[in-house]
Antibody, heavy 129, light 108 residues
């Protein structure tokens, strides 16, 4: 059974770096069929895609956050991580990790990836001094 | 960046009624590159529809998607009590992958 579980500090000070980890179980994080993504949702608001990474390093980032975001994948731990630097109160949100499906046909997969088919429960990160 | 607009913002209906939700894109996303998600309070979004009209695994057939180009529709044929939630569309024709602002379906 596929599970994604976010973990990390729930409180980060302004100007510091937000760090979250998503642990994946029930599927290989090294599968060619998936990217691994982060999406956030400010309280009471809509969804914003942050970025997605393939296990071998290929990545896509939201240009609005790209200068502050790093996503990495650790295949040995079946985890992928998000780092968001120089946070402000505007970065306060529920952060979700999700599996990002690639389109595959005839044994070959293409990019960019498509939709998010499995999500973690989300973790609330508050930016405050 | 492709901007998605959803209407109405809120849809007030009774159980058993039909719900029709709209998603409009600022440029064409073809007929393949649109998904719909359902989000209930305190829960993560759940994939309902991908490729504009294909139901995800385990999604009841009262949910259907249609459309192409810039105009898409999610239809819930007969609302069940568990369908009252917020619905988001998402385009994946190009990065950045964007979501619409959501339509809340609440009980009339």
């Amino acid at each position: 059974q596929l599970q994604l579980q976010e973990s990390g500090p729930g409180l980060v000070k302004p100007s510091e770096t937000l760090s979250l980890t998503c642990t994946v179980s029930g599927v290989s994080i090294s599968s060619s069929f998936y990217y691994w993504g982060w999406i956030r949702q400010p309280p009471g608001k809509g969804l914003e895609w942050i970025g997605s990474m393939y296990y071998s390093g290929s990545s896509y980032y939201n240009p609005s956050l790209k200068s502050r975001v790093t996503i990495s994948v650790d295949t040995s731990k079946s985890q992928f991580s998000l780092k968001l630097s120089f946070v402000t109160a505007a970065d306060t949100a529920l952060y979700y990790c999700a599996r990002h499906i690639r389109y595959c046909s005839g044994g070959r997969c293409g990019d960019p990836p498509y939709y998010f088919d499995y999500w973690g429960q989300g973790t609330l990160v508050t930016v405050s001094s | 960046e492709i901007v998605l607009t959803q209407s109405p913002g809120t849809l007030s209906l009774s159980p058993g009624e039909r719900a029709t939700l709209s998603c409009r894109a600022s440029q064409s996303v073809s007929s393949r590159y649109l998904a719909w998600y359902q989000q209930k309070p305190g829960q993560a979004p759940r994939l309902l529809i991908y490729g504009a009209s294909s139901r995800a695994t385990g999604i009841p057939d009262r949910f259907s998607g249609s459309g192409s180009g810039t105009d898409f529709t999610l239809t819930i044929s007969r609302l069940e009590p568990e369908d009252f939630a917020v619905y988001y569309c998402q385009q994946y024709v190009s990065s950045p992958f964007t979501f619409g602002p959501g339509t809340k379906v609440d009980i009339k």
